[in-house]
C-alpha cells in the first residue's frame, strides 16, 4: 500500500497534464507538481520499509519500526537480500532489502542488524551443503555485508548513480514536456 502511494505521488504530473488539457488547472501546474512529486516520490520510496529504530532482536527474528509499521523478518527463512544504493550530500547510502518466506521486507541500515543477517546467510549457505534451499543474495548486498569481495560494490555503486541520474533526468523531461516547455 504504501509503495502504490509513492508511486501515486509520482504519477501526479501526468494527472495535471490531464486537468491542464480540460482546461481545470494552468498549463504549467505539471511542471509545479512534476518537481514536488520528484522530490516526495524517491524519498519516500526509498524510506517506505527501512528500520527505524530496532527495538527486538531474537536468534531468529529481526523486528524494527518502519514508516508503514513493525515489520518482523524470519531470518531462518529469508528468500531474497538486495542492495539498495541512494546518494546524499554525505556521499552513497546503503540499505538491504531483506524478503523472508512470508513476504515481509525490511531495509537494514545499523549495524547491529547486518551482523545478524550476516550469521542468518552465513547459516543458510553451510545449511545448503545438505539440500537446504539457499536464499538468493546479490552480489552487491554480499560485498556489503564482507561475504565477497569489495571490489564488487564499486561497480554497483557507479551503475547505481547511472541508473538513478538518468531516470531522474528522463522524468524531468516528461514532466517539461507534459507542461509545454
Not at 55 to 73: C, P
Not at 140 to 148: K, V
Request: aromatic residues 4%; charged residues 20%.
Amino acid at each position: 500500500m504504501g509503495s502504490g502511494l509513492a508511486v501515486a505521488v509520482l504519477l501526479l504530473p501526468f494527472g495535471g497534464y490531464g486537468l491542464a488539457r480540460a482546461g481545470v488547472v494552468p498549463d504549467g501546474a505539471p511542471i509545479v507538481l512534476g518537481l514536488l512529486s520528484a522530490i516526495a516520490g524517491f524519498i519516500l520510496l526509498t524510506a517506505l520499509c527501512e528500520e527505524k529504530a530496532p527495538f527486538r532482536h531474537s536468534s531468529s527474528r529481526l523486528t524494527a519500526h518502519t514508516l508503514t509499521g513493525e515489520r518482523s523478518v524470519d531470518l531462518d527463512r529469508i528468500t531474497t537480500v538486495r542492495l539498495l544504493t541512494t546518494f546524499s550530500y554525505g556521499g552513497a547510502y546503503r540499505t538491504l532489502l531483506v524478503r523472508d518466506a512470508h513476504g515481509v521486507r525490511l531495509g537494514i541500515t545499523t549495524e547491529r542488524s547486518r551482523r545478524k543477517l550476516r550469521r542468518a546467510i552465513e547459516k543458510a549457505d553451510a545449511n545448503a551443503v545438505r539440500g537446504a534451499r539457499r536464499p538468493r543474495v546479490s552480489r552487491a548486498a554480499r560485498a556489503h555485508l564482507g561475504l565477497a569481495r569489495a571490489r564488487v560494490l564499486v561497480g554497483h555503486t557507479v551503475l547505481a548513480f547511472l541508473l538513478l541520474t538518468v531516470s531522474g533526468s528522463l522524468y524531468v523531461v516528461a514532466v517539461l514536456r507534459l507542461g509545454g516547455q
